[in-house]
Nanobody, 129 residues
């Protein structure tokens, strides 16, 4: 049973930075794409960032414009999301995800359906203006 646990969320002011971390347990995820999604109040869950199984491919939602950076450590079974220049519109619950398919890419993560991945419980990020 794969478990993903997020940490690092909190309440910050616009312009601040936060670093989200996610650690997987149950089995190694070094052959699986990993990523981050978010869900704001009243909105559908959306893809934020993904990283392929090898760490060489990344993909981001276009609206981020370079403010976020995703990285992974396949030895520690972790994926991080560095978020800079945060805006109130970034307020959401952020979910860590891992693709169930081996050798999955960042593009696969961006298109992943809920049933096709492992999910964490989410961590709240609130950005005040």
């Amino acid at each position: 049973q794969v478990q993903l646990v997020e940490s690092g969320g909190g309440l910050v002011q616009a312009g601040d930075s936060l670093r989200l971390s996610c650690v997987g347990s149950g089995r190694a995820l070094n052959m699986n794409a990993m990523g981050w999604f978010r869900q704001a109040p009243g909105k559908e869950r959306e893809f934020v960032a993904g990283i392929g199984w090898s760490g060489t491919s990344t993909k981001y939602i276009d609206s981020l414009k370079g403010r976020f950076t995703i990285s992974r450590n396949n030895i520690k079974n972790t994926v991080d999301l560095q978020m800079n220049s945060l805006k109130p519109d970034d307020t959401a619950v952020y979910y860590c995800a891992a693709d169930k398919d081996a050798f999955s890419t960042a593009q696969d993560m961006a298109l992943m359906e809920v049933a096709d991945g492992y999910w964490g419980q989410g961590t709240q990020v609130t950005v005040s203006s």
